[in-house]
């Protein structure tokens, strides 16, 4: 009898890293593989899926204005409870940190699934750093019967919350399985994005890839980015800074209010999946507080700046591919500084061995559900 397998998600990043796994599950004639997207991101969540050529099975489509943490965590579950009722899964994967994936594996155990966590083990140890996805990744991972480590270090954060070791598996970050197969399929992509970054961005330059949206930087946070990437990019009128602006007004308001009227900074609408994997390939150096981008960047040779306090991946901090820089404006200055002017410590930090991983993620998981 096959294996039923339940593959929920409802965000961009969260379909980025699923969507190998999905594939590679749907292959396999030993599982009965369903997919259910929660539309906690709508526009964003459909690019990643047409690119990947995935359909889901299930759509709460649940994505509304004006959308906050109470509404959502409630509807995820009660939506998701018919769906477990008339599948019935023996597994229920959820990946990382979103409030999808905590409510999630709250309704997979309802239902007497094991939740299989994707990306587990991650920590700050900082409920309030990053908010809410500290504690969604903690509450996940007291749920979860199965955890699915990116790195020996998420392995010992588990083991040290009393997690049995049986029950860990060291696998690499499935991010990096979706990098690796996009990066080929995007090198001669020529889409509508690509054309209008063409028309608009001087690629002769050098160029700084630019993302921010995390909530704990919202206000001054961003106020203060803002302010450093406004003085760098006066300062360096030879460096083009590409900012593809997330669509939260917290994040639009700053960013259009203090950096519309400034020639070598080109504010963009969100980016499709594929087409952002070919402007990572472009860019000199990507400054972020995304974590996914922490991860895939290294892969493509790209040093990485984190408008972060605090990470939950500090395996690239030791391994030097990524610095944490914060929000505070005259560091980032400095960082960024330091990488267009030094040669030599850039090209230090972009042959760096990334830490996340082969490529070979989903391989793991799948032997190791195959094999219960």
Excluded at 34 to 54: A, N, P, S, W
Excluded at 159 to 177: C, F, Q
Excluded at 198 to 208: A, G, M, T, Y
Aim: with cysteine.
């Amino acid at each position: 009898m096959k294996k039923k397998n339940l593959i929920i998600f409802g965000t961009r990043p969260e379909a980025i890293k699923m969507a190998p796994l999905v594939n590679q599950f749907l292959k396999d004639n030993r599982f009965d593989t369903k997919v259910c997207v929660t539309g906690q991101h709508r526009e964003m969540l459909d690019q990643v899926l047409d690119f990947f050529d995935i359909t889901p099975d299930y759509d709460l489509s649940l994505m509304k204005p004006n959308q906050n943490l109470y509404n959502l965590t409630g509807e995820v579950i009660n939506g998701l409870k018919p769906i477990l009722e008339s599948f019935k899964p023996d597994f229920v994967f959820v990946h990382g940190d979103t409030t999808t994936t905590m409510a999630a594996s709250i309704s997979g155990f309802y239902s007497g699934a094991k939740v299989c966590h994707i990306e587990a083990g991650l920590r700050t140890n900082n409920l309030l750093s990053p908010f809410p996805e500290e504690m969604n990744r903690q509450v996940t991972g007291r749920i979860a019967t199965y955890h699915f480590a990116p790195t020996t270090k998420s392995q010992e954060n588990l083991l040290k919350e009393n997690v049995a070791k049986e029950n860990i598996l060291v696998t690499g970050n499935t991010v990096i399985d979706a990098l690796l197969e996009s990066s080929n399929r995007v090198e001669n992509l020529d889409n509508e994005d690509i054309i209008e970054l063409k028309n608009k961005v001087d690629f002769k330059k050098r160029i700084l890839l630019v993302t921010g949206h995390r909530r704990e930087n919202h206000g001054q946070g961003f106020i203060n980015i803002c302010a450093a990437l406004k003085e760098i990019a006066i300062n360096n009128p030879d460096v083009e800074i590409v900012y593809p602006v997330h669509l939260n007004p917290n994040v639009l308001k700053p960013v259009n209010e203090l950096l519309s009227n400034i020639l070598n900074i080109h504010l963009v609408k969100p980016l499709s999946y594929p087409s952002f994997v070919w402007l990572m390939n472009q860019s000199y150096l990507i400054i972020t507080d995304s974590g996914g981008v922490q991860e895939e960047a290294p892969s493509l040779g790209k040093p990485v700046l984190v408008m972060r306090e605090t990470t939950e991946r500090p395996e690239a901090v030791e391994a030097g591919t990524v610095i944490l820089v914060g929000t505070d404006t005259n560091k980032i200055i400095k960082e960024t500084q330091e990488l267009l002017d030094n040669p030599k410590k850039y090209n230090s930090m972009s042959a760096l061995h990334n830490p996340y991983g082969d490529g070979k993620a989903c391989e793991r998981i799948i032997e190791f559900i195959s094999n219960l």
